[in-house]
């Protein structure tokens, strides 16, 4: 498509624009998320399990058709969806005052992350590639991402000292922030398509999709990062009650978080020399690797300071990699109309180990101690970690070669 002076300017608005909603994203209260659900009459802590896994399942039954939908409606449009549904979700934490409510609250919010998720990344790849700035996808949006992470650094340090007056309060300011990031969402510029583009994605159906990214050679490393990525944030949803548990003073947890968030603006600053170190095969070994190292330290190590820097750095890395990842999977799909369902795919896995990984460890910590759990979870992850990579290389090593990736 040929975009007038006026044209390019609006599209290339979006990458602010996109930040300001990167930032509006954020979840200033999940360093006492939780920590919140325990306050609620009844619920105990197998009970916070149920909940994210309530809301894993929500997102999973709605992350590959939210991509789809995107595709099919428009990436802006999916986006708008989102941001109400975060509204919505931050309205029923503000009126939590039983186990009902919280569920609903945490199906909203998954909701609307699968509404972002592989949406967000395919509406800024189509942003940048309208403005012919594509190849820097991980310079750029590693830029945004680290703004994202570092200006909510501020609301999350606060969020300890505004549970002091009341546990409601981070919620509260959690909308405020999710109206400014609707705000933002109506306002971006949607890249408009050829007639035959809108013609494919008209007639291609969910089935040929899955075919297709087959035939790129996408979905073994969609089944890896999703591993990956869902046993980390399942241990790091339970780091606040292990933290407690080992000491930590709760008024310090949005301190530690948001060191954490400093790490991952810097990580992510960096995004596109980060992504010239590594071939795609070698940037699956090394994330394997320090999320190995993570795992076995929390699993050995009884000292309150190192485990407190273990979990910051493993935050700084789980989301400061977020842009690296993202442009190799996007180099992988390639000229494919549908980046938003294909990345959809690998969140849905995401979700649905996710919720098997909420109750598994919610379960696991009625039986036994965190260390032993999270042993447990290190000894799962290396076989599987090590069968998913094995998989890899069978499926893809000749095919992706072919492509120079």
């Not at 802590?45 to 058709?65: D, H, K, R, T, Y």
């Not at 830029?143 to 409601?168: Q, W």
Request: net charge positive; with cysteine; glycine share 8%.
């Amino acid at each position: 498509m040929n975009y007038s002076l006026a044209e390019q300017k609006q599209i290339e608005a979006n990458i602010w624009k996109y930040t300001i909603n990167l930032v509006t994203n954020k979840r200033v209260f999940a360093a006492i998320l939780s920590l919140y659900y325990l306050t609620i009459p009844n619920v105990e802590i197998q009970n916070v399990g149920w909940v994210m896994f309530c809301g894993s399942v929500a997102a999973f039954l709605f992350e590959i058709p939210s991509g789809y939908l995107s595709d099919k409606i428009g990436h802006k449009n999916t986006m708008v969806l989102g941001k109400v549904a975060l509204i919505i979700s931050s309205l029923l934490f503000i009126f939590a005052n039983n186990f009902t409510l919280l569920i609903l609250g945490a199906v909203m919010m998954n909701i609307s992350s699968a509404c972002f998720s592989g949406t967000g990344n395919a509406f800024m790849h189509d942003t940048l590639k309208a403005i012919g700035k594509d190849d820097q996808y991980s310079k750029i949006m590693g830029k945004a991402s680290s703004i994202g992470f570092a200006i909510p650094i501020t609301f999350m340090v606060l969020t300890p000292f505004l549970v002091s007056h009341s546990y409601k309060l981070p919620f509260v300011l959690a909308l405020v922030l999710d109206i400014i990031g609707l705000i933002a969402v109506l306002s971006f510029k949607q890249v408009e398509h050829s007639e035959e583009h809108k013609k494919e994605i008209k007639e291609t159906s969910l089935k040929q999709v899955f075919k297709q990214g087959i035939e790129l050679g996408y979905m073994p490393f969609a089944m890896l990062g999703a591993f990956i990525g869902a046993i980390v944030f399942t241990i790091q949803v339970y780091r606040a009650p292990y933290q407690e548990f080992i000491g930590a003073d709760v008024i310090w947890f949005g301190v530690y978080f948001g060191l954490g968030r400093a790490m991952v603006s810097l990580i992510a600053a960096y995004s596109g020399r980060l992504k010239e170190c590594f071939d795609i095969y070698s940037y699956q070994r090394f994330k394997i690797l320090i999320y190995l190292v993570f795992l076995l330290t929390i699993s050995f190590v009884d000292n309150v300071a190192i485990i407190l820097i273990a979990f910051i750095i493993c935050n700084g890395f789980q989301w400061g990699l977020g842009s690296v990842s993202s442009h190799f999977m996007l180099e992988i799909i390639g000229d494919s109309k549908f980046k938003a369902t294909l990345m959809s795919i690998k969140g849905q896995i995401n979700q649905a180990i996710v919720a098997v990984g909420m109750v598994a460890m919610g379960q696991l910590l009625s039986l036994y101690s965190y260390q032993t759990t999270f042993l447990i979870f290190t000894i799962i992850f290396a076989v599987i970690c090590g069968s998913l990579y094995l998989n890899i290389i069978i499926k893809t090593k000749g095919k992706l070669s072919k492509r120079e990736l």
